[in-house]
């Protein structure tokens, strides 16, 4: 399984866009990039994912440049109810799914 | 349309009894985990299963057993409780193995 590398925490001003790069030099040519956002006492909800290039859904867009080493989450015009735990994920299909620690992201009134 | 339901939702328990924690799917997805989240450790793989009757390990297992008879139901077991399972549980359903999982809303379980 590919290790993946995100900063431990990020802060951000409500309305800003946010962006969570993740790291993952050695990734295998079947795997997919997949995010998850956790709040407090909930489970993880997945987000978004992507294989390369460009993936946009109503809550976030995921890029992903060429040689696909690294993957980043944005997020568009942050409020304060987007403060939570964001993981990024790499795997094939059909692989036990691990988490780490993932990026605490703090948006600031 | 629940999802996934885990049960119980809080426990208690006192070093070496054992308990089961049951997670129930009701969308026929046919991969299945458990995992445990600690303070500043992110989530965790006990076990998964990717289909009725079938189990492995995951990156955490010793003191864990599961079982998968039916595809809706997963269950966790810990046969002799110890304080270092004090942890929040969470099992999540996978349709297709795609690493897009749907979670449960979690089960505390404290040790003492």
């Known amino acids: 399984l590919a290790k993946t590398t995100q900063p431990i925490s990020m802060d951000s001003y409500e309305g800003q866009e946010v962006n969570i790069t993740c790291s993952h030099n050695n990734i295998a040519t079947n795997d997919y990039i997949t995010w998850y956002q956790q709040f407090p006492s909930q489970g993880p909800r997945f987000i978004i994912q992507g294989y390369k290039t460009k993936v946009t859904n109503e809550v976030a867009s995921l890029f992903i440049p060429a040689d696909r080493k690294s993957s980043t989450l944005s997020l568009p015009r942050v409020s304060l109810s987007d403060t939570a735990v964001y993981y990024c994920l790499v795997g094939a299909s059909y692989q036990k799914v691990t988490f780490g620690i993932g990026t605490k992201l703090q948006v600031i009134p | 349309n629940a999802g996934v339901t885990q049960t119980p939702k809080f426990r208690v328990l006192k070093t070496g009894q054992s308990m089961t924690l049951l997670c129930a799917q009701d969308?026929?997805?046919?991969?299945m985990y458990w995992y445990r989240q600690d303070p500043g450790m992110g989530l965790r793989l006990i076990h998964y299963s990717v289909g009725e009757g079938t189990t492995a390990k995951g990156e955490v297992p010793d003191g864990y057993n599961v079982s998968r008879l039916k595809k809706q139901n997963f269950l966790l077991g810990l046969e002799s409780a110890a304080p270092s399972q004090t942890s929040v549980y969470f099992c999540?359903?996978?349709?297709?193995?795609?690493?897009?999982?749907?979670f449960g809303a979690g089960s505390r379980l404290t040790v003492l």
């Open positions: 969308m026929n997805h046919e991969y």
């Open positions: 999540a359903a996978d349709f297709s193995g795609a690493n897009v999982l749907t």
